[in-house]
């Protein structure tokens, strides 16, 4: 069986018929810097035409542009960011985000973490970590750009975050995955279960190091742009049971997550997750944990 | 420390209070905390909080930041129309004729900032013909522009 046969067997099981699609680009505006509607206006003005996105405050859909979107004076004075539209979802489920002191523990190159500076409208502390020590002058160069000034930005594994000796009201974990195929034209030829295995380790890794500098009353988002149940929902059942953690309900776009996958029964806690199938975006993962008092 | 931050300051007749308790040099790279920050910190940090510039072989490069912070004071400052503020973020010089407002120093050497007609801060220059003077000629040099996120991203 080809691989690309076995993961749309896989989707089948799960409730969703395999379709190509390519997700449209997307821009946020940093409300930060200057009111939104003065940077639609402008843009508009440059014969960009843009759709808000339904579901995000500061989303936009790029239908058309004459150029290219990173070369604008307005996108170089960081008055707006390009950032998938599913992508833009995480940050916009925590409570409250102002004033507090937040992990990014998967940071580069650092698009959601402009957008928790945006959202705290520079106040309180973000935490930015990445491992890649590579990756951090680009996402220095973003934070630069987008006029970000609360932010700490660490090379350091998310797996070692308890290092720096602090506890966090809001953990942003955008965890490494294996992506999807909507992003990627060569993901059926170059992942494998095994991959997919790596990588739900590696997260259930970063969980439980996060799940210890969590404040008790704090707010974990978890999220990936992974298409397959262990990346997801068993990673998060698995937190359920291990980690003293329970899912709180969002309110955003996206599916309830199913709580019985390949046949095995989860915790029903799992439907308060979202799945979000590629279409309108691409393919995307998200849910809110809390600590069990 | 503060000064390669004041001595740039005073190329474009600026002044800026810098709280020196929440300014910090980690090795060539200057950057501003506040409060907030300065609380929670560890000394093995890659970047924090506003960063203003860095040293480079003597000489002091500043961040968009900073200039975007000058900008708001009373400054050398350069208006400049649509299509020079293209060319301008492109790399390229500024000719008299793309000139809108001129706000303190028109005088040969003198540093000026360049701004859009939105007052937004697009880089800086300096003066290569006093500004009083008719010329077709290039007037202003492009030292740094707001493209430079672009060309770092191609390094």
Redesign the interface.
Do not use: D, P
């Given at each position: 069986m080809s691989n690309k046969k076995f993961f749309e067997e896989r989707y089948a099981k799960l409730g969703w018929k395999f379709k190509y699609v390519k997700p449209k680009q997307a821009i946020r505006i940093n409300t930060m810097n200057i009111a939104e509607e003065k940077v639609v206006n402008r843009l508009e003005a440059l014969k960009i035409k843009l759709e808000k996105v339904p579901f995000l405050e500061h989303g936009y859909w790029v239908h058309h542009s004459e150029f290219s979107l990173?070369?604008t004076?307005e996108y170089?004075?960081g008055l707006y960011s390009i950032q998938e539209a599913a992508a833009q979802i995480p940050a916009t489920l925590f409570t409250e985000l102002k004033?507090k002191?937040v992990l990014d523990a998967c940071a580069a190159p650092g698009g959601k973490t402009v957008q928790l500076a945006d959202l705290m409208q520079n106040?309180?502390?973000i935490?930015a970590l990445d491992v890649k020590k590579e990756r951090?002058?680009?996402?220095?160069?973003h934070?630069?750009?987008c006029?970000v000034?609360?932010?700490?930005?660490?090379?350091l594994d998310a797996r070692h975050a308890s290092k720096?000796k602090?506890k966090f009201d809001c953990i942003l974990l955008d965890v490494p995955c294996s992506g999807n195929f909507s992003t990627d034209k060569q993901w059926f030829r170059k992942r494998t279960i095994k991959d997919i295995e790596r990588n739900a380790k590696l997260q259930r890794e970063i969980m439980t190091e996060a799940a210890k500098i969590l404040k008790d009353d704090g707010e974990m988002i978890y999220s990936t742009c992974s298409l397959e149940p262990e990346e997801n929902e068993l990673n998060i059942n698995w937190a359920i049971e291990n980690l003293n953690l329970k899912v709180a309900k969002i309110d955003c776009y996206g599916e309830n997550t199913s709580t019985k996958i390949f046949g095995k029964q989860l915790d029903n806690q799992i439907e308060n997750c979202r799945r979000i199938w590629p279409g309108k975006t691409q393919g995307f993962f998200v849910c809110k944990l809390k600590k069990v008092a | 420390m503060m000064k390669p931050l004041e001595d740039f300051l005073s190329h474009f007749n600026a002044k800026i209070f810098l709280d020196e308790t929440f300014l910090v040099k980690k090795r060539n790279r200057y950057f501003?905390w506040?409060e907030?920050?300065k609380n929670?910190?560890?000394r093995?940090?890659?970047?924090?909080?506003?960063?203003l510039g860095k040293m480079r072989k003597g000489r002091f490069f500043p961040?968009?930041?900073l200039l975007?912070m000058i900008g708001k004071t009373k400054a050398n400052k350069v208006v400049v129309d649509k299509k020079t503020?293209?060319l301008f973020?492109c790399g390229r010089d500024i000719f008299k004729r793309g000139i809108k407002k001129v706000k303190g120093s028109r005088e040969k050497g003198s540093y000026v900032l360049i701004l859009?007609m939105k007052d937004?801060c697009?880089g800086y220059g300096k003066i290569l013909h006093n500004l009083n003077k008719t010329s077709e000629r290039v007037v202003i040099k492009n030292i740094l522009d707001?493209?430079d996120?672009?060309r770092?991203?191609s390094k």
């Open positions: 990173g070369a004076s170089l004075l004033n002191v106040t309180g502390v935490i951090l002058t680009a996402m220095a160069n934070l630069e750009r006029h000034k609360n932010t700490i930005i660490y090379n720096l602090l | 501003l506040n907030a920050l929670v910190i560890a093995n940090f890659f970047y924090a909080g506003l960063y961040s968009f930041n975007k503020e293209w973020i859009n937004e697009l707001i493209g996120f672009l770092r991203e």
